[in-house]
Structure formats: structure tokens, C-alpha cells
RNA sequence: GGCCUGAUGGCGGAGUGGUGACGCACCGGACUGCAAAUCCGUGAACCCGGGUUCGAUUCCCGGUCAGGCCUCCA
């Protein structure tokens, strides 16, 4: 079975054949580290971690080299650093710190690279250079540009006729520009803001070229997979295979396949900084399980439009809660049966399959959770039939197919006593204990007093054959 | 103005030229001292109008509505 991935450049969905199998090459656009990202700017991350692991578990996991930068260099950072009073790298460190935390909270995996743009310098001149060279690129008034005209493709990966674009464009053209589409490769900066000396004079890199220098430098070109938000196809991609095209000589290849995740929507508009409707991953995480929320980004099609609101988190939540439910139930079957052998479930394990398979389809994340959902009814049978190996078996898969996709990584029961500290167990541990007696004696309203009293703990009580379990309820 | 997406049950969301996944929620039953969980079961949807077809939610055309990009943006 073949992995199969959208390309935003052909329009099709193709096979994916890396140039070098035991090298599998893939770059995503990262964040402007200036303040916390919302939930948005993390579903990039989820997709392509997701990705990364089906790479990974395909390629091997040396095999694949993912890199996400980072832009440590921006208007926005330059206006925050002059508000502190504080060097840029004090902003940039701040929220790249906490962007790669909440990204972990996120069940994504480091990416092999995280270049910064203040580490690319070099790199970002000498492409530039290179451009000037190629003719590509012409300096003027202290800035570079870079020459649209000397790509004849530009404007074929967003499928925009270049001449009515700017018919219909509300940019203003600068008037050292030759074209109206034209881009800056490099300008001078501001007073007080940072500056590196380049041949050009000093100042620092346009916005695009920051992503070809970094791709050049940490991954090499051409890359496999290129990916971002669907926002970013047009100017910037665009504009970073125009350039990476051109740096090469005599025209080299950027990207096998460039892939493009859609947004999540807060009711009927998109979320955005501008808009102002934004939800702070940093926010939600100390509302919901890091797992629930990566659930929910990957509850819809990546390339779809996702409906972004609470209610989607705790569906998540509870989606993610009869899961744990069926590997603690299987676990506490197992815990008294002899350990299993080698012997697999034919039935869990096709529903295994079907979840890889669902992933090499383009990522199919719904698709791959009902087949997830298959696999956990199939292990909840074998417990109800107390087929000890099956649910051996079943669990496994259940727990690797889950890994596949970056979830059931937690032990079942820190999952459903997740924000229970040891005081609060112990004395849940006691009450419990208390009710047990209660029961015992068939002293109901005493029994049932007792679990009230669990309830305003925020703790629900579950009766089962070999005693009383217990969890967190929702949050409130 | 130009370019591009999408419209599926109460909610989220796949998919398909021929009885409409999956999850969440809801309802009935079993189980339980009562619950919760679990099991069994029920109900519930393909924007509108044409066309192609034996048959369209699925393909084509038109329309309506919604959203995105063209400016920093995942």
C-alpha cells in the first residue's frame, strides 16, 4: 500500500516517491516566534507531525529529516523587543520556548531541524547573491528584488494568471520595482532595528527567502514534501519556489509535492490575529488534555475547514475517553491471566491495517479513526468473551495503531485521573473505602451520601465486579 | 474586480454512480440497590434547479449561500 499525498501544484492526488528512500526530505513553515500562537497556527504542527510519523513509520525513523523553521526576524518582534526595551532574542527565545512546549503538549515530535533566521544569515546573502548573479534579482534604493519576470512559471503553483492578478490587486507598487509582482529579497532597516552587513548594505532578509536559504542549508534541494498553511501558497511559496528555482543554475526542481492544510474557523469566520477571534493553544491546554485537543485538529480532513469550539474538544475528549476506557478494561482483564504469546487477532489486526491505511490515503484522519474505533470494539468483545490472547492481541494494536497517530500514549488510568493530586487520591482512596463498607452493609443512603460527596470533588465513582474504580469528570 | 474552495443527520465529519462510515449527543431495553461504564436495539442527513444515466448525494451546467487568497497571517 502506497502512500498517497495531495499536491497543491498538480492538483491531483498522487503517489509519494521520495528521491532517496533512505533519505526522505520535508519542510514546513513555522512560526513568528512574538507571541503565543493560537490553536490555528497549531494545526499545521498536529498534520505534519502526523506525517513526520507515518514517514517515519514507513521510511524508518533515521530515514526521515523534517525541518520547521523559525522567523526569528520580524516587524512584529522589532516592535515588541522596542516595547520591553529588551533585545530581540529575549522575545524570540521567550515564545519559541513556549511554542515548542505547547507543540509537545501537542503529542508532536521535535522536528529534526528548527533553523532560525539570525542562524541563516549567511546562507540568506549568498542566495541572494547568487540571485543578483543569475539576473534574477536587481538591487535597487538599498533594497533587492527579486525579478518576477525571470521565472516563467511564477504564479503556476496558486494557479494565478499573473497580469490579472494585479489588475485586481490592492498592493501598492513600490517604485523602484520593475514589475508590480516583484518581492524583496533584502532591505535596509529602520533606525533602531536590527541590521546585518550584506554587499547591499545593511539591513535583513524580505520574507520569503528566509525559507529557501533555510531549506538550502538544512535539508538541500530539491526537498519531498513542502508544507504550510493553505494561506501561504500565494505570495509566499510562490515566491520561495521562484526563487529557489532560479538560485539553482539552470533551473533545478524545489519541491516533489507541496501540501497545504485548510483552516479551523470560529463560527463563521476563520480564526485570525486581525479578526481578533483567536483561541491561544497556551489557553486551551490548561483547560483540555494536550491529547484531546490534538484529537480534535485531526477530528476533520487536514485539507478541509474545521469548525473550531469547545463542544469539538469535548467530543474529543469523550471519543478519546471510551478508548482509554477499553485498554483499561482490557488491562484490568489481563491483569490476571497469564501473560499472552506471540498470537495475533486476524480481526484486530485487519482494523490495524486499516488505520495505516487510511493515513496513506492522503492522511484520511477521520477514516483512520473509525477504523480505530473498529479496532477497540473488537478488543472490548474479546473482553467480553474473555479471549485472554485476543485481548492481548487486541490491546497492542489498539496501543501501536494509537501511536501511529501520536495518542493513547498515557497510561489508562493517570488518563481518567489526570488533575488528581496525591492528596486528593488518597482521600478518594479512603471515601472509597468508606462507600465499599457502606455497600457492604447495604446501607444505601450512606453509600450514596458518600459518593455525592466524591461528586463535589469532581470525581465520578464507577462500580464493577472486582470493586469501585474512579475518575475526574469533564471539567467544568 | 480576479482566482479558488466548500454546502452531508441535533453536533463534528468521512465516503460513494445502486439499500448514506465513524464519533459525540439523544431515545428504548438489559445490567446495577440506584447510578456510571458496558451490552443489545431505535430514530435521524447528502443546499436549490436543470442535464447525463436503468439509477446521482456522488458526474456535468446554472443558481443560492458560506468561506479563503490577491496585504502580515497556519
Known sequence: MSLKLYDTMTRA???????????????????????????????????????????????????????????????????????????????????????????????????????????????????????????????????????????????????????????????????????????????????????????????????????TAMIEQALGLPIDIHGGGIDLVFPHHENELAQGVCSGHGGREYAKVWMHNGFLNMGEEKMSKSVGNVALAHDLLKLYPGEAIRWALLSGHYRQPLEWNDSLIEQAKSALDRLYRVLDDAGRFLAGEPAADGWQDAAAAAEHAAVRHALHDDLNTPSAFAALFQLADKVRAAVMAKDARAVASGRGLLVEAGALMGFLAADPQSWFQSGADDALKSKVEALLADRQAARAAKNWPEADRIRGELAALNVEVMDGPAGATWRIKEQA
Open 13 to 211: 492526488k498522487r503517489d509519494f516517491a521520495p528521491a532517496d528512500p533512505k533519505r526522505v526530505t520535508m519542510y514546513v513553515c513555522g512560526p513568528t516566534v512574538y507571541n503565543f500562537a493560537h490553536i490555528g497556527n497549531f494545526r499545521p504542527v498536529v498534520v505534519f507531525d502526523l506525517l513526520f510519523r507515518v514517514l517515519r513509520d514507513i521510511y524508518g525513523e533515521e530515514a526521515v529529516l523534517y525541518a520547521a523553521n523559525v522567523t526569528d526576524v520580524d516587524d512584529k518582534i522589532n516592535r515588541k523587543a522596542a516595547e520591553e526595551g529588551v533585545p530581540i532574542s529575549v522575545i524570540t527565545d521567550r515564545y519559541l520556548d513556549a511554542y515548542n512546549a505547547d507543540a509537545a503538549s501537542l503529542g508532536a515530535l521535535r522536528p529534526t531541524f528548527q533553523p532560525r533566521v539570525t542562524e541563516t544569515m549567511d546562507a540568506i546573502i549568498a542566495m541572494i547573491g547568487d540571485l543578483v548573479e543569475q539576473k534574477a534579482a536587481y538591487a535597487a534604493e538599498g533594497h533587492v528584488l527579486f525579478d518576477t519576470q525571470a521565472f516563467g512559471d511564477y504564479g503556476k503553483l496558486s494557479g494565478r494568471p499573473m497580469d490579472e492578478m494585479i489588475a485586481g490587486a490592492r498592493v501598492d507598487v513600490a517604485p523602484y520595482k520593475r514589475h508590480p509582482a516583484d518581492f524583496v529579497l533584502w532591505k535596509p532597516s529602520k533606525e533602531n532595528e536590527p541590521e546585518w552587513p550584506s554587499p547591499w548594505g545593511p539591513g535583513r532578509p524580505g520574507w520569503h527567502i528566509e525559507c
